[in-house]
């Protein structure tokens, strides 16, 4: 159909042309945002070293602890009081024996709302690496590849043992006191089992693969998950 006003035909046209620019711009951003790569672990199972390895063969920061910074600056709190809530199973009386005292510190709940708010701005820039912290129960599985890394007991109680100059008894306790707040903080705060392999793209058994291997796989599992982005 004829259009007989000339300057309605050139505003419908510019219009056209936005809406068009528009979704071009659309197109181009979702081309060049890079899907993150998650890694949950079990202590002990080599999930630092595989992160800052990743980091640098990519150029991509990589968050574990220091999200605990960032965090901490923006609620305006002590670091060292969020790294006492962060992982872990924390006792729900004494949190409420805290509100009671009207303790001025910021709760666990709290903590992870924060927490799910910073992981979610990642994902929207993307081209990062989150180590623990659940995101890849926040995160969705088209956005991110998801590791879990495990290991045998007795291989992690070694390497913790070297790394935090225990003996290795002292470091199965302690590697049981870890896993068992991971999964209960999961469980509390996501509603999920930290040990389903369905939660994840890949699991890998690091106890007979070395950082090479394991590095090897994820960037083999990443490249044909997302297809040319790297």
Same mark, same amino acid.
């Given at each position: 159909?004829?259009?007989?006003?000339?300057?309605?035909?050139?505003?419908?046209?510019?219009?056209?042309?936005?809406?068009?620019?528009?979704?071009?711009?659309?197109?181009?951003?979702?081309?060049?945002?890079?899907?993150?790569?998650?890694?949950?672990?079990?202590?002990?199972?080599?999930?630092?070293?595989?992160?800052?390895?990743?980091?640098?063969?990519?150029?991509?920061?990589?968050?574990?602890?220091?999200?605990?910074?960032e965090?901490?600056?923006?609620?305006?709190?002590?670091?060292?009081? @969020?790294?006492?809530? &962060?992982?872990?199973? *924390? #006792?729900?009386?004494?949190?409420?024996?805290?509100?009671?005292?009207? /303790? +001025?510190?910021?709760?666990?709940?709290?903590?992870?709302?924060?927490?799910?708010?910073?992981?979610?701005?990642?994902?929207?820039?993307?081209g990062?690496?989150?180590?623990?912290?659940?995101?890849?129960?926040?995160?969705?599985?088209?956005?991110?590849?998801?590791v879990?890394?495990?290991?045998?007991?007795?291989?992690?109680?070694?390497?913790?043992?070297?790394?935090?100059?225990l003996?290795?008894?002292?470091?199965?306790?302690? @590697?049981?006191?870890? &896993?068992?707040?991971? *999964? #209960?903080?999961?469980?509390r705060?996501?509603?999920?089992?930290?040990? /389903? +392999?369905?939660n994840?793209?890949?699991?890998?058994?690091?106890?007979?693969?070395?950082?090479?291997?394991?590095?090897?796989?994820?960037?083999?599992?990443?490249?044909?998950?997302?297809?040319?982005?790297?």
């Open positions: 159909m004829k259009i007989r006003n000339p300057n309605l035909q050139i505003i419908i046209e510019s219009h056209i042309n936005e809406w068009f620019i528009k979704e071009k711009d659309k197109l181009e951003r979702k081309k060049k945002k890079r899907p993150l790569i998650l890694i949950s672990r079990q202590r002990g199972a080599g999930g630092l070293s595989v992160a800052e390895r990743l980091s640098k063969k990519l150029g991509w920061p990589y968050y574990d602890k220091n999200i605990i910074k965090i901490a600056e923006t609620m305006g709190v002590d670091e060292r009081h @969020l790294e006492f809530l &962060d992982e872990r199973d *924390r #006792n729900i009386f004494q949190e409420f024996t805290n509100v009671f005292r009207r /303790d +001025p510190e910021v709760s666990q709940d709290e903590y992870v709302q924060y927490l799910k708010r910073f992981m979610k701005t990642l994902g929207e820039v993307g990062s690496i989150i180590l623990g912290r659940g995101a890849n129960f926040i995160l969705s599985p088209h956005d991110a590849l998801r879990r890394l495990v290991g045998d007991p007795d291989t992690r109680a070694r390497f913790s043992a070297q790394k935090y100059g003996k290795e008894k002292e470091a199965i306790k302690l @590697l049981d006191k870890w &896993d068992r707040e991971q *999964r #209960n903080f999961i469980k705060y996501y509603g999920e089992n930290i040990d /389903d +392999p369905l994840y793209d890949l699991v890998i058994n690091t106890t007979h693969l070395d950082v090479d291997g394991t590095l090897e796989l994820t960037m083999a599992a990443y490249k044909r998950k997302f297809p040319g982005v790297l």
